[in-house]
């Protein structure tokens, strides 16, 4: 090692080849890098669903459940098996071993699935996939007082129009019921026109079809012959006929049953800012940035509001793309608040080009980690700008020992390049260990297994590379480039003030530190004994709950949400009721900040009856993990005001919330969220 730093503290050239290798490097891997909100993950689990409408909740956990954890249990690859059984719908989870070959189980569990035989006959095909983890940027409330048809008509045109804009490939349209055109059959008119029930189904059945009816060939050509007969819209239906007499008289579906047009007859619906609304759902795929689909979303809404009917209107909500903007922001401020802050305390106590250089590490480390990121699959999200917020402390840690070392060796003998090689040297051995010591505490994270080590894998892979780049920079660059400094001739007037600060630190080490250490070591034994007690202390504080433990930190968010469960079965309209108890709290809340501080602390409020958002997509990066859809749950999500224009904090507000709405008695579970991430 010691040949390693004398070489490059004579080639100068090499280490600023070496340098500019690694900010150009870094630089260029900022543009093919994946920005996403958080890493995306394989789930390793398979969901199974099989639809027994009508059932209750006990059939289907006897009739459906129980037989598919019976048939499927045993098969290699499986950890757990977790069921949910609701009205209507049968939901089995499994969870796979690690290691495990998805493929394989997954056509394993199908086989098995589809051997059942013993299914009620109302039951549907069941469907077997792996569940997968897609990444929403951000939705789009479309919303106004206007007739179903036309709001939903509104939201997929929506849909259409942003999956033509090159860089934005999925879009859902959720939160709004499916089309469905019923027929409602009158027994009066059955009986009038001697037929049955069952006739008039087989009559739609065989009518509402396209059929090809071959091909004939000509001395133009072939031409393909195809009957078109398949109705789409409720008139459609009302004409299709249901038996032709010999008179040429016919008998419609319209002569003897009503036809209905509309929606499918379902529990879920959703209001945005007390507003009807229907949400589009923008998700980002493959190595598409999440912040420039947000922009592109962005600038379609300026520019199809106008396109619009009038009364419907388009707002940006859920947008997690701000989130990650934000948190790249901090990153930012803090690597330059630290660049500042290192550079101003070396430039006052030791050397001005000194605090320059070694100043440089942080960007150098970042962008050396930078330059790794494609290759270790790790891209631009909340936990790998978060990995970046932690090591920035201690990034420039062995920049600054080793600076200070080389310049307290040129202030002893004033050669600039001898100087830079004992320092360097000198401090070398315990540079070395110092980081690998921090990079052995955070190997570990490493090999954490299952989905939480997935998650967890992205900070040591940030961390490392920072810790490892600013080694070579301290020990590599740094030394050629303080080599060149000179003795100071005559004193400047920034010298003698910088003089003052100096010699104040020369007069507390000698002074304060010095005494401090000899006695110390001159008393050992009391020194260990006292280090002993407080690691002792420490432990009690843990073990007797002092401390508190929380496996996720709670962190600042821009978001809280409220979600209630009430029992199973529980009419739509009861649900609704406890919903509008948690929007009436919001309300009081509202009302309530803005008579305090003069500002209104809520965005937006959105309620969703009959589903829960917030949960079904398992609060960040794990997830949709259940659907969550049923007559008795409900949610009420309330975007906040920037942090740092509140004085109060997400946490604190959701107690306020909780303590205004009051309990809602009927309710099995009440849930406040208040933080980005969930335990």
Same mark, same amino acid.
């Given at each position: 090692?010691?040949?390693?730093?004398?070489? +490059?503290?004579?080639?100068?050239?090499?280490?600023?080849?070496?340098?500019?290798?690694?900010?150009?490097?870094?630089?260029?891997?900022?543009?093919?890098?994946?920005?996403?909100?958080?890493?995306?993950?394989?789930?390793?689990?398979?969901?199974?669903?099989?639809?027994?409408?009508?059932?209750?909740?006990?059939?289907?956990?006897?009739?459906?459940?129980?037989?598919?954890?019976?048939?499927?249990?045993?098969?290699?690859?499986?950890?757990?098996?977790?069921?949910?059984?609701?009205?209507?719908?049968?939901?089995?989870? *499994?969870?796979?071993?690690?290691?495990?070959?998805?493929?394989?189980?997954?056509?394993?569990?199908?086989?098995?699935?589809?051997?059942?035989?013993?299914?009620?006959?109302?039951?549907?095909?069941?469907?077997?996939?792996?569940?997968?983890?897609?990444?929403?940027?951000?939705?789009?409330?479309?919303?106004?007082?206007?007739?179903?048809?036309?709001?939903?008509?509104?939201? #997929?045109?929506?849909?259409?129009?942003?999956? =033509?804009?090159?860089?934005?490939?999925?879009?859902?349209?959720? %939160?709004?019921?499916?089309?469905?055109?019923? &027929?409602?059959? %009158?027994?009066?008119?059955?009986?009038?026109?001697?037929?049955?029930?069952?006739?008039?189904?087989?009559?739609?059945?065989?009518?509402?079809?396209?059929? $090809?009816?071959?091909?004939?060939?000509?001395?133009?050509?072939?031409?393909?012959?195809?009957?078109?007969?398949?109705?789409?819209?409720?008139?459609?239906?009302?004409?299709?006929?249901?038996?032709?007499?010999?008179?040429?008289?016919?008998?419609?579906?319209?002569?003897?049953?009503? &036809?209905?047009?509309?929606?499918?007859?379902?529990?879920?619906?959703?209001? +945005?800012?007390?507003?009807?609304?229907?949400?589009?759902?923008? +998700?980002?795929?493959?190595?598409?940035?999440?912040?420039?689909?947000?922009?592109? *979303?962005?600038?379609?809404?300026?520019?199809?509001?106008?396109?619009?009917?009038?009364?419907?209107?388009?707002?940006?909500?859920?947008?997690?793309?701000?989130?990650?903007?934000?948190?790249?922001?901090?990153?930012?401020?803090? /690597?330059?608040?630290?660049?500042?802050?290192?550079?101003?305390?070396?430039?006052?106590?030791?050397?001005?080009?000194?605090?320059?250089?070694?100043?440089?590490?942080?960007?150098?480390?970042?962008?050396?980690?930078?330059?790794?990121?494609?290759?270790?699959?790790?891209?631009?999200?909340?936990?790998?700008?978060?990995?970046?917020?932690?090591?920035?402390?201690?990034?420039?840690?062995?920049?600054?020992?080793? /600076?200070?070392?080389?310049?307290?060796?040129?202030?002893?003998?004033?050669?600039?390049?001898?100087? %830079?090689?004992?320092?360097?040297?000198?401090?070398?051995?315990?540079?070395?260990?110092?980081?690998?010591?921090?990079?052995?505490? +955070?190997?570990?994270?490493?090999?954490?297994?299952?989905?939480?080590?997935?998650?967890?894998?992205?900070?040591?892979?940030?961390?490392?590379?920072?810790?490892?780049?600013?080694?070579?920079?301290?020990?590599?660059?740094?030394?050629?480039?303080?080599?060149?400094?000179?003795?100071?001739?005559?004193?400047?007037?920034?010298?003698?003030?910088? %003089?003052?600060?100096?010699?104040?630190?020369?007069?507390?080490?000698?002074?304060?530190?010095?005494?401090?250490?000899?006695?110390?070591?001159?008393?050992?034994?009391?020194?260990?004994?006292?280090?002993?007690?407080?690691?002792?202390?420490?432990?009690?504080?843990?073990?007797?709950?002092?401390?508190?433990?929380?496996?996720?930190?709670?962190?600042?968010?821009? *978001?809280?949400?409220?979600?209630?469960?009430?029992?199973?079965?529980? $009419? *739509?309209?009861?649900?609704?009721?406890?919903?509008?108890?948690?929007?009436?709290?919001?309300?009081?809340?509202?009302?309530?900040?803005?008579?305090?501080?003069?500002?209104?602390?809520?965005?937006?409020?959105?309620?969703?009856?009959?589903?829960? $958002?917030?949960?079904?997509?398992?609060?960040?990066?794990?997830?949709?993990?259940?659907?969550?859809?049923?007559?008795? #749950?409900?949610?009420?999500?309330?975007?906040?005001?920037?942090?740092? =224009?509140?004085?109060?904090?997400?946490?604190?507000?959701?107690?306020?919330?909780?303590?205004?709405?009051?309990?809602?008695?009927?309710?099995?579970?009440?849930?406040?969220?208040?933080?980005?991430?969930?335990?």
């Amino acid at each position: 090692m010691k040949g390693t730093i004398d070489w +490059f503290a004579r080639n100068g050239v090499a280490a600023n080849l070496m340098m500019v290798f690694i900010v150009v490097t870094g630089i260029a891997a900022t543009t093919t890098v994946r920005e996403e909100i958080f890493p995306e993950i394989e789930l390793d689990r398979i969901t199974i669903e099989v639809p027994y409408l009508g059932a209750a909740p006990e059939e289907v956990e006897q009739a459906v459940n129980i037989r598919i954890e019976e048939a499927i249990q045993g098969t290699d690859g499986i950890k757990q098996i977790q069921s949910t059984a609701s009205e209507g719908m049968g939901t089995v989870i *499994v969870e796979l071993e690690l290691g495990a070959d998805a493929r394989k189980v997954i056509d394993d569990v199908k086989s098995n699935v589809d051997a059942i035989t013993t299914f009620p006959i109302e039951t549907e095909k069941p469907i077997v996939r792996e569940m997968v983890s897609r990444m929403q940027v951000t939705d789009i409330a479309v919303s106004g007082y206007v007739d179903p048809f036309a709001l939903k008509a509104a939201a #997929v045109q929506v849909r259409d129009e942003l999956t =033509t804009i090159p860089g934005i490939t999925q879009v859902d349209v959720v %939160s709004a019921p499916p089309y469905e055109i019923s &027929v409602e059959v %009158s027994e009066i008119s059955l009986r009038r026109h001697g037929l049955t029930f069952d006739q008039v189904a087989d009559a739609v059945r065989r009518s509402s079809l396209d059929l $090809p009816g071959g091909s004939v060939r000509t001395e133009g050509g072939e031409i393909l012959l195809r009957t078109i007969g398949q109705a789409y819209r409720g008139d459609e239906y009302e004409n299709l006929v249901l038996w032709t007499r010999a008179d040429g008289s016919r008998l419609v579906l319209g002569d003897v049953a009503t &036809v209905v047009d509309g929606f499918a007859e379902t529990d879920q619906f959703a209001r +945005f800012d007390v507003t009807p609304t229907m949400m589009v759902s923008v +998700f980002r795929t493959g190595e598409q940035s999440a912040l420039e689909i947000a922009a592109l *979303v962005h600038d379609y809404i300026d520019a199809a509001q106008a396109r619009l009917p009038d009364g419907i209107t388009l707002t940006i909500w859920q947008d997690g793309a701000a989130m990650l903007s934000a948190r790249l922001s901090l990153m930012l401020r803090t /690597g330059a608040g630290g660049f500042v802050l290192v550079f101003l305390v070396l430039a006052l106590f030791l050397e001005l080009r000194l605090a320059i250089w070694v100043s440089l590490g942080i960007p150098i480390s970042f962008l050396g980690a930078m330059a790794l990121m494609p290759g270790l699959d790790v891209s631009i999200n909340i936990m790998s700008l978060f990995a970046f917020v932690t090591v920035l402390g201690i990034v420039v840690d062995d920049a600054i020992i080793v /600076g200070e070392n080389i310049f307290r060796h040129q202030e002893d003998h004033g050669d600039g390049l001898r100087g %830079s090689i004992e320092g360097a040297q000198e401090i070398a051995k315990p540079v070395i260990f110092a980081v690998l010591t921090t990079v052995a505490a +955070f190997t570990p994270l490493m090999f954490v297994p299952g989905m939480m080590g997935k998650i967890f894998r992205v900070i040591p892979l940030i961390v490392i590379p920072c810790l490892l780049f600013s080694l070579v920079e301290s020990l590599g660059i740094l030394p050629a480039h303080l080599s060149h400094m000179k003795p100071q001739g005559k004193p400047s007037l920034w010298r003698r003030f910088q %003089s003052r600060f100096a010699n104040g630190l020369k007069v507390f080490i000698q002074k304060a530190y010095r005494p401090t250490l000899l006695l110390g070591l001159r008393w050992r034994y009391l020194t260990a004994a006292i280090g002993v007690a407080m690691l002792v202390l420490t432990i009690g504080m843990v073990a007797g709950g002092w401390t508190n433990f929380r496996f996720f930190p709670s962190i600042e968010a821009d *978001v809280m949400a409220a979600s209630v469960t009430l029992p199973q079965g529980t $009419p *739509v309209g009861v649900t609704s009721a406890a919903v509008e108890k948690l929007e009436a709290g919001a309300a009081r809340l509202r009302a309530r900040l803005f008579e305090e501080t003069g500002q209104d602390y809520f965005r937006h409020v959105a309620a969703s009856i009959g589903d829960q $958002p917030m949960g079904s997509r398992g609060g960040g990066p794990m997830g949709p993990m259940l659907d969550l859809a049923a007559s008795n #749950v409900g949610e009420v999500t309330i975007e906040l005001a920037p942090s740092e =224009t509140r004085a109060y904090n997400s946490e604190q507000l959701g107690l306020q919330w909780r303590e205004i709405t009051g309990p809602i008695p009927e309710a099995v579970d009440i849930n406040f969220n208040m933080s980005i991430m969930t335990p």
